[in-house]
């Protein structure tokens, strides 16, 4: 019991530090942070797709066809070029279609709370507060686009330290737990 806590310890550090890392880089350079994402994403998809090309090549020697390795290793190639050069274009668009998601469930929210409005016993104050703060919000990412797409980064760079300070603690719990 000890040795697969030990095991899984060294992950969880690892990995809670990964977290911690990343989630300040998100917080310090955004932009830095999605630049090398899109650049590594790029990369790996070129490379996934020269394998398939060279895996259709030796395909064909072997049996006279490409087979779908061609069509699999262009696909990745043009996907790889689409995703570089218009990721911005593509993120943009990410807070607005964002925005509508959350309107939808705001709207869907305040509907339910009127409906709840004449049962007795069910306070419905919460429920209009709640679906005041998702229009809300969902009007801010939609018509912010620009400054909800930092916020959001900036959310996720938070979110990413939180695991990370989590999973340590978690460490901690653990190793202490082995020691009793």
Do not use: C, W
């Amino acid at each position: 019991m000890v040795e697969a806590i030990k095991k899984v310890t060294s992950h969880i550090i690892v990995n809670g530090l990964l977290n911690i890392a990343l989630g300040l880089a998100v917080l310090i350079d955004p932009q830095g942070v999605f630049r090398v994402s899109v650049g590594i994403l790029s990369i790996y998809l070129v490379i996934i797709g020269f394998i398939n090309i060279f895996e259709g090549l030796r395909e064909k020697k072997r049996s006279g066809g490409f087979g779908m390795f061609l069509a699999y290793g262009l696909f990745y190639i043009i996907s790889a070029a689409i995703i570089y050069y218009f990721a911005a274009d593509i993120l943009r668009a990410f807070p607005f279609i964002l925005g509508l998601v959350i309107l939808f469930s705001g709207f869907s929210q305040l509907f339910r709370a009127i409906n709840f409005r004449n049962v007795p016993n069910i306070n419905t104050i919460p429920m209009f507060i709640y679906s005041a703060v998702l229009i809300g919000l969902s009007l801010f990412f939609i018509f912010n686009t620009s400054t909800s797409l930092v916020l959001f980064f900036q959310t996720y760079g938070v979110i990413l330290i939180i695991m990370g300070v989590l999973d340590l603690f978690f460490v901690f719990y653990l190793n202490k737990k082995a020691k009793q």
